[in-house]
């Protein structure tokens, strides 16, 4: 039986009915106009049937304890992936069926908490798994110097591992601001309806790519409870502290992954799970990482959430610590706003193997 959808949050708040009525009528107002497609009236689609078809893979030697990535299998890893999520024989026809030669095509990292990890090796995969992103790309026709790797700061990039280049003749590395406690940032004016707040996206989304991937890490948080792909456009916004109150969901990261210009240019998740924060999140824990070893790709972010909580608890059972599932509250509300399904019986999960 479908949930009832919640009819309020808290006294002064907006309900998600309102929500959805307010939103869902400005939409069409705006449609009408000229400015915005009907289609951001949330109903997912899917790409299986009636299903959402996410894609896992996973290798026990491409991360090792001390978070040493084995690139080569990386790159053999994220291309069965995306080969078996596309339903396509070849790797640029994968590719190609989510990007095209002309398009400037960001990857949505998250580089938040990793101070504690410095000069460690568990840095490696945040720029591995981009590089071999950026290698699958090119398959498409899409140029290097097209590949977009960013984040809210330049600073938190350079945590993660990553060189800032902000030149256009190669990769490029930047940040929405230079300091992750910078006030400063570049957001498109255009504002968007979050609740009762708005929120502008990111210049670098906006104005500069053409297309998105979201590229998530599984991590627990102190406030959402847990923070994956859904969480992870909290670093596309200008305001995500307004969206921090009752888990992330007053209102919060639902309301915000219902921005047109985040479901219109998100084209793929490809979520990074060689490792995972089990505890201690958003904040990288040496205690708390663990070795998981896998590449989660698919278009639903629920789904992806949903698949990507259940790994995070597996790895919280095998150091006898209580799952955290139910007590995240943005994953279900997401999937009561139409951005997909939390429902096992409606996922298509593949499991692949890696010789």
Known sequence: MKKKATESLEPGTLSRRDFLKRTSLGTLALAAA?????????????????????????????????????????????????????????????????????????????????????????????????????????????????????????EELSQAGFTINREPTAMRVIGNKKNRRGSEGQFNPKSYPVGKSSSRVSSILADLCTAMINVPVPKTHGGAVFTCSLKNHYGTIDNPREFHPNSCTNPGIPEV???????????????????????????????FTKPYGGILVGTDPVAIDTIALKILDEKRAEDGMEPIASRVRHIPLSAELGLGTDNMDNIELVKLALD
């Not at 992954?257 to 999140?281: F, S, W, Y």
Request: proline residues 3%; aromatic residues 6%; positive net charge.
């Open 34 to 154: 000229g400015d915005l497609s009907a289609k951001i009236l949330y109903p997912f689609k899917t790409v299986s049937g009636s299903q959402s078809k996410v894609v896992l893979v996973r290798h026990s030697k491409v991360v090792d304890e001390t978070g040493l990535i084995q690139q080569p299998l990386l790159q053999k890893m994220i291309d069965k992936a995306v080969i078996a999520f596309s339903g396509e024989n070849t790797l640029a026809d994968a590719w190609s069926k989510y990007f095209s030669a002309g398009d400037v095509v960001g990857l949505k990292v998250n580089a938040l908490g990793l101070i504690d990890l410095q000069g460690m090796d568990f840095l490696q995969h945040f720029p591995a798994v981009a590089n071999a992103i950026t290698t699958g790309l090119k398959k498409a026709g899409v140029k290097e110097e097209n590949v977009i790797v960013w984040d809210r700061s330049e």
């Open 257 to 287: 992954n219902t921005i047109p210009m985040i479901r219109d240019k998100q084209k793929l998740i490809v979520c990074d799970a060689m490792l995972v924060a089990t505890e201690g999140g958003p904040r990288w824990n040496r205690r």
